[in-house]
């Protein structure tokens, strides 16, 4: 007598992740449908049915059956997660729709981006319809009030160019303190130079993991941080800007480092140079250039930041900016957003033209 | 005593890429050795296993009678010392001045601070006029490496092995990548070294420079020496040998 064939899932063979893969993509097309199902039909009465909508235990089936999907999927060889993971399809018939790249991508992007739109209430026509309630503030903007930008104003106890020198202040010192810790943090997670020993790697993962989190933070919530730890003030904003440079920049570096040749660091290996002379005279050189045109392009995005620092604490132009705003005065608004344009600007310009120069 | 003794050296890169198989030869001072053989025949991790750019997996190199393949991180840097290594793509600091890429041999000698600083002493500096004087490039002291064509880079790379003042020179397919008449040039500033009693190591692909330049040839295929003699002892039979059959007429470019 013939054995009932046992049910097996061989495609667990190839391991879990192809599996999880395609539960996500299938979890994630039956939420988009759901969702979608929800927005437009929830109210609508079904005849044979009442209201349609979707029972608490409806959760559960979904993630089992979409659970079913995958395993499908993967048994009839349409499985994206197999093409994508082990880079192979389970029976090479002729593509079809879920494993052809090209359409999973279209239906996935269109998808997300209907559910989006839902989301988001987007909706073009209030730009048009709430045009006038801007008026006054074009107005402002067209009619700036420059009383203050040499005369202190004693609600703020400051000038308009005052407190712009203050916020290039933040800047630059973020900038240079920023650059000046990122550089050996830099090397320090880089990838080929904290190679080998497991000693090296362990300072590589823990570099990598302390400026991946400390990136991860804004400097628009560091600013919180700092406006509570040092108090309201430019020095907030210093150390906000700073920490948040240091760590982007320490990530820029290290990748700038894992991409030097390779050639020149064996060539002063070879003359029996020190590790520390391997890095100063091999790798610094290959990465002195790139360096300095991040230290430019953070400086751009400091005095940037810088300018709306202020919102939290942090000091500096962005102090008029959001008091006018408060204050409705939109002609000194008009002021400062002049002023703030005209600085971010030229040095948009300036740190353009440097770097053009030294790449 | 030969100057180097290699025993049994093997090179596996993992998994299981096995480079060099169980090789041993011995080179006296004044040898100028041509290793030779296809790409990927093991010429490269021959010579990087040499000064330990490459681990060796297994086996002995002994060096005037140190061993290199245990020496601790300071007795390392004091034989890369006596090894200067002249390399296929040069291998400069491009972006560095010439003569800096000159001086950068004799970082050995220099202290931390100096080094770090990038104070060269005056006399240090002197001779490294004086060497690229030697490769016909004095001109060129004051460039940044990469304005400098491919056989002016070679020569500062050559330069800089002089500036060490080795005993052994470890020249890596030097001439690959440069046109004949260059090539003649560097492999006759090779002689040269070679005839003030310097040992050379160098890799060649062309059997003709083999066999002008060469006092020896080792001819390596998958890892194993397969030719250990005089160059002009590599006739046709050998060649093929060495080579492969497919590559029957490479000898004639």
Known sequence: MKKPKRFTFPDLAEGIKPLLLDWLIWGYLAYTVIFLLDSYWYTQYVDWYGSLTLEPWGWALTVLGTLGCALASERFGISVGLKTIKGKERAPRKTWALTNWGITTVVLIVLTFWVGWLTTDMELGIITRRASKTSHLWYGLSHPDFTHLMNIDPELNDTILGSLVDTLFMAYLATLLGGVLAAPLGFLGARNIMGGSLFRKTIFYVTRAFFNVVRSVESLLWAIVFAIWVGWGPAAGTFALLIHSMAALAKLFSEQVESIKKGPIEAVQATGASFWQIVRYGAVPQVIPQYTAFLLYRLDINVRMATVIALVGGGGIGRFFFYYKSQLDWNQVGAVTIVIATVVWLLDYISGKAREKIV | ?253
């Open chain 2, 1 to 253: 005593m030969a100057q180097l003794e290699i025993n049994n050296l093997s090179k596996v890169y993992p998994p299981d890429v096995l480079a060099l198989d169980d090789i041993s030869f011995e080179v006296e001072q004044g040898e100028f050795l041509v290793v030779i053989g296809l790409s990927g025949s093991g010429k490269s991790t021959l010579l990087r296993c040499i000064n330990r750019l490459i681990e060796p997996t297994e086996g002995s190199i002994k060096f005037e009678g140190k061993e290199v393949t245990t020496a601790s991180s300071k007795e390392l840097k004091a034989i890369r010392k006596e090894i200067a290594m002249v390399f296929q793509r040069f291998n400069l600091i491009e972006r560095s001045l010439v003569l800096t890429n000159v001086l950068t041999g004799q970082l050995g000698e220099l202290s931390f601070w100096r080094s770090m600083l990038g104070r060269f002493p005056e006399e240090m500096k002197q001779t490294a006029h004086e060497k690229l004087k030697t490769v016909g490039i004095p001109e060129q002291a004051f460039k940044r490496a990469d304005e400098l064509s491919g056989g002016q880079q070679q020569r500062v790379g050559i330069a800089r092995a002089l500036m060490q003042d080795p005993k052994l020179l470890l020249a890596d397919e030097p001439v690959s990548s440069l046109d004949p008449a260059t090539s003649g040039t560097i492999m006759d500033y090779l002689a040269e070294i070679n005839d003030q009693g310097k040992t050379v190591i160098t890799s060649l692909h062309f059997l003709d420079l083999v066999r002008k330049y060469g006092t020896r040839a080792i001819g390596l295929k998958g890892g194993k020496i397969v030719y250990d003699g005089h160059p002009k002892g590599i006739d046709d039979q050998k060649f093929k040998e060495v080579f492969g059959e497919e590559a029957e007429k490479v000898h004639i470019s």
